[in-house]
């Protein structure tokens, strides 16, 4: 269970199952510090106040998607990886730094989208930020592969479907900025894009009906 | 340590600890955030105060239980689980997703306990995720089950004690929003019903009198 | 490392790394949120304003004392764990349950301390669910001990040092609870006196004296 | 997986697994708990309250490196450790304990920045407990040295750097508490100081240029 001492000086492999671990909380609290924002406001019935604070549902969703859809990413990176360095570990605090700023414009979108006001800096902070932790976790991957951290024999799926998926979602992310109209409904399509796995989805579907038979003798 | 790369494409064992200590997480922080909406309100002495606030207490421990009710199911679940696949961890952020929602319907009731008041959408809004945790959870084991994630060699009692439960559960909720005025006092009986091992203690019991000498030779 | 399937059924080792998981970050998280009672209070002078907010810095630091030595104990107890079973889990939950609530006294009493009012309710209260929390820590060892979960091989100190200290402590609490104006100065001589280990600090300074050569060779 | 019950008595080997993941829960959370000061506030447009709220920025960023250098200190003397001892968890208790504390004085440092007044109590106390994060690390440091309670074998770059990067850092921190108009300033050199691993990143640059060939090899 220690390290080998013998990997080569300065190269040698830092345990990652402490990053694992603090980016598995770090993730987790920002995901649910997402619930502090969600609030009834005062005018109307009990049933009008739930249903007007719609705006602050979606932010959470969103907001919660695209957390997990970075969590599913950063679980398939680390799952390849053989070893972390310290630019690693850095690159690393890097995303979570700005994973855990998500709560806060998720908040100041509620609070526009209720107002119907026309506050677009907010939404688009809010799409900075969404951009900024997508660009971050894929420069984690290509650090990775560019430092030859990856174990060399494994192909996983999850990390492919995620670099498949980085230009339509920066084109999305792009596109959301430039047209404040769209802003909101492109992130949650970008969101529910990241994380629903239509591929595997089809797949499973395509397994379940021919190969169900095989699959015990896997 | 690391996954056998051998494992047929499309359903390699994709490591659990990540999923386990994520979830974990989530689940120890939604417990802890409930904390935040127990309150002493103004009228009256300190001791009046304190007593007067029961239905912040009460809300408390129901959600409470429930939370450690489905950490409990969820640790049954991956206890037996031989690997996740995608659309497992998928459905595993959906059962998140709705967990970390808890402590905010939690602080709707009890205010709406407090003031006496007939603001029964917020109970039923509470009932309904109480129902769709637990849907969610038995989701998980269902799809584990069909895709046939589970060790086959391994029978967990505390999975067929949730199985058992889940009938009486589903149709204590529906009858809880059918009949508002029972709700509070059901939603509390079905997580002391889903935490409390009535049968395990039992067999603890009767052990401790029957095979008490036995045990150090097992 | 999945559990052996030869354990005998319905006494099962089921894993306790998830229990250490959950409970730890319950355990830190309580610890944490008790810093957003921290607050400094309006009158006077930046420097009167932070030095006036004392009573908060003590509540502070008996409340994360009383945390962090509960965590020793849980992680004493859990350290010599064979396996837990179904009850245990549930203790420790009622435990878990117990330990969250702990920020909320800490703030009343903060607020009591901080107003000079004979406010021993609050004080009270806080005593209660300081004692809960020792007899459930030492409920989860007495439960351990009786049915035979732990290993036999090993004796730990940090376990003996906690069962030593049981007596005096509660004594301690129930001092504290009949004779108000001692309250919160015992609940802090309580807090030092269950983290603070004298008979090992003791032992470190005599090792470095006596046998500092032979560590070496250990 | 049990630790080896032939160590010698009092000095046995305690699991440093879970004050691993206790302390990992801790930085995560309190990193997060950064997040709840950053507020917009009232007066003008909505771009102009975003752009006056960067001291709240700024304090943000400074206490999340600090903690995220903390961490990385604490992973890198941990990764060493061949064991902890009962002293050793308590010195990692205190560290945690002023640790979690950290998000109190950011707020309290972001509100000075920003009302541009001449509170220098809040920033001095900031810089006070930024201070003794690092002395309490270097603590940890130093008694796991002196009780060799680091494994012999292996030399840790990056704990290296951190005890390399000691007195310039306390000086740092000491110039700032006596000129409190540099002092933000040089936290925020500090916290730049702790976490970008200049060696290194050149290292790595030069690494790619020189033996990109080898690496495969390796």
Redesign the interface.
């Known amino acids: 269970m220690?390290?080998d001492?013998d990997t080569?000086?300065?190269?040698?492999a830092?345990?990652k199952s402490?990053?694992?671990?603090?980016s598995?909380?770090?993730?987790?609290?920002?995901?649910?510090?997402?619930?502090?924002d969600?609030?009834?406001h005062p005018p109307g019935?009990?049933?009008q106040r739930?249903l007007h604070a719609w705006p602050g549902y979606l932010a959470?969703?969103v907001s919660?998607?695209t957390i997990?859809g970075t969590?599913?990413l950063h679980?398939a990176l680390?799952?390849q990886l053989d070893r972390a360095?310290?630019?690693f570990?850095?690159l690393n605090?890097l995303l979570?730094?700005v994973v855990?700023?998500l709560?806060?414009p998720t908040g100041?979108v509620a609070k526009t989208l209720y107002n119907a006001g026309g506050?677009?800096?907010?939404v688009t902070?809010y799409g900075l930020i969404l951009l900024v932790i997508r660009l971050l976790g894929s420069a984690l991957d290509a650090y990775a592969r560019?430092?030859?951290l990856y174990?060399?024999?494994?192909?996983g799926?999850?990390l492919h479907s995620t670099q498949r998926k980085f230009l339509p979602v920066v084109i999305g992310y792009v596109v959301a900025l430039a047209v404040p109209v769209l802003a909101v409904a492109l992130y949650f399509g970008i969101a529910v894009y990241l994380?629903?796995?239509f591929r595997?989805?089809a797949?499973?579907l395509i397994?379940?009906h021919g190969s169900a038979g095989q699959?015990?003798s896997?």
Chains 1, 2, 3, 4 share one sequence.
């Open positions: 220690p390290p001492p080569p000086r300065g190269r040698r830092l345990s402490r990053m694992e671990g603090f598995d909380g770090v993730f987790g609290f920002a995901a649910t510090l997402l619930v502090l969600l609030a009834v019935t009990a049933l739930v959470y969703v919660f998607l997990g969590w599913l679980t680390t799952d360095d310290q630019l570990l850095r605090l979570l730094l855990v700023v709560p806060f100041l506050e677009r800096v907010y902070i560019h430092q030859h174990a060399e024999a494994r192909e799926e999850e994380t629903v796995p595997e989805a797949r499973a397994r379940r699959d015990r896997g």
